[in-house]
């Protein structure tokens, strides 16, 4: 069984930054790929941003590209997910994400379908 627990939400005026972190607990954590989903109000999940077990491919939405970063850590069973210039937009529960299989080609990230949540933490963006 895999544990995610994220950490890092708050509120922050518009221009700002936060820092989220996941960190996940189980048998061969290391090797999943990791990922950032959020859910705004009245929204459907959408997809952040997501990381290869190696680090070696990262793959983006377009609404966030520039202004967010994802990165593991050292034992890579953390994930980070450093966000810059933050808009009203943003505000959402994030949710860090592992999958067993994903896919990174081509500049996409494909989900194998076969993966674990987080709870979420919420970021409130004031304009």
């Known amino acids: 069984q895999v544990q995610l627990v994220e950490s890092g939400g708050g509120l922050v005026q518009a221009g700002g930054s936060l820092r989220l972190s996941c960190v996940a607990s189980?048998?061969?954590?290391?090797?999943?790929?990791m990922g950032w989903f959020r859910q705004a109000p009245e929204k459907e999940r959408e997809f952040v941003a997501a990381?290869?077990?190696?680090?070696?491919?990262?793959v983006y939405a377009d609404s966030v590209k520039g202004r967010f970063t994802i990165s593991k850590g050292d034992a890579k069973n953390t994930v980070y997910l450093q966000m810059n210039s933050l808009k009203p937009e943003d505000t959402a529960v994030y949710y860090c994400?592992?999958?067993?299989?994903?896919?990174?080609?081509?500049?996409?990230?494909?989900?194998?379908?076969?993966?674990?949540w987080g709870k979420g933490t919420l970021v409130t963006v004031s304009s």
């Open positions: 189980g048998r061969t954590v290391s090797s999943y790929a």
């Open positions: 994400n592992a999958d067993v299989r994903a896919t990174f080609y081509s500049g996409s990230y494909y989900s194998s379908g076969m993966n674990y």
């Open positions: 990381i290869s077990w190696s680090g070696s491919s990262i």
